[in-house]
């Protein structure tokens, strides 16, 4: 009996050729890990943004979600020293006196901004979600 390609006739050649078959098949079939997952979690902000130019003042409505991994724990965070929370969900604590730090612009080098830190604790059911009013 005479095969069609030479190269079969030796059992080896064959079996070496199966193994990487089914190899690539297994490795097919296998979930991937979609991008995302690698990455560090991201947070979701939704915005509600005043701007009173007159009276040189804004007023921003944050409510931000947070993704499951974070969830329930405590996060800390740094807001504008310039910016006041007046309102909030959880339980938050100004962390420390505001900190100077330079900003890199290339549009006024040097100008300074102050930047206050916070701990927020999240508590309830929904401690996925956070409403910040400053």
Known sequence: MRMLNPSFSNPLSFITLLALVL???????QPLIPVESLEEPLV???????????AQRISVEDTITL???LGGNEISFGLNGNLNISDYTGNLQAIGNPVVTDINSNASPGAMASTTQYSLGLQGRNNSQVLLIY
């Not at 190899?23 to 079939?29: D, E, F, G, T, Y």
């Not at 979701?44 to 007159?54: E, F, I, Q, Y």
């Open 44 to 54: 979701h902000h939704s915005l509600k943004v005043l701007v009173d130019p007159v």
């Open 67 to 69: 993704p499951e991994q």
């Open 23 to 29: 190899a690539w098949q297994w490795a097919a079939a």
